[in-house]
Structures are given as C-alpha cells and as structure tokens.
C-alpha cells in the first residue's frame, strides 16, 4: 500500500517536472515571437521561462483557490460547525501546502538562473 502511493507521487512529480519543461519551452518560443519583436523585450531562456510561468500560475491559482474556499465555506456553514472548521483548517494547510511547495520549486529555478 505504501509503496503504491510512493510510486503513484513519484511518477506524478516526474510528469509534472516534464510538464514545467514543456510549459517552458513554450512560453521561450512564444514570448520570442510576441514580446520581443512587439514590446522589445529581451529574450527569455527556458528556465526564466518556467520562472515566470510558475510565477503566473501561482498567482491565478491562488485567486481561484480563495474563490472556491469561498464558495465550500457557503456550503459548508450550511451543515454544521464542526465540518466548518475541518474544512477551514484543510484549506489553510492546503494553501500553506502549496505556498511552501511553489517557493522550493521557485528556489530550485532560481539556481539554475
């Protein structure tokens, strides 16, 4: 059972590192073709790219985040107190979770910078 879990998190977290390169490699070739020539920017290389996308998707999601804690805490204050505040507390560590989670793969981009 465990060793299940470990192989099932470890092929998610390979897929999403191949994903953080192929998002990366995209945004490089697109923001040449668009940024550069249009805004005159200077070119970006891959892992600036991946930066910068995680630097985006961090911020929407956390926004998307609050809006959907918004909308359960509607719900869930519906129920009763007590599945209230396991909801709350889940989502706090959830965000804390995901804070922590994005800083170290920021810190990790950084270094290759």
Do not use: C, Q
Not at 27 to 43: Q, S, T
Not at 57 to 71: C, G, V
């Amino acid at each position: 059972m465990i060793m299940e879990i470990f192989s099932k998190t470890v092929i998610v977290l390979i897929l999403w590192a191949v994903f953080m390169l192929i998002n990366g490699w995209v945004l490089e070739v697109i923001w040449g073709w668009f940024m550069v020539p249009i805004f005159n920017l200077p070119a970006i290389t891959i892992v600036e790219a991946m930066g910068l996308s995680l630097v985006v998707s961090f911020t929407f999601f956390f926004n998307n985040i609050l809006d959907i804690m918004k909308a359960k805490a509607s719900d869930v204050k519906k129920s009763n107190d007590s599945e209230f505040l396991d909801r709350v507390i889940l989502d706090i560590v959830f965000i804390i979770l995901y804070s922590v989670l994005t800083l170290g793969i920021g810190y990790l981009i950084h270094l290759m910078m």
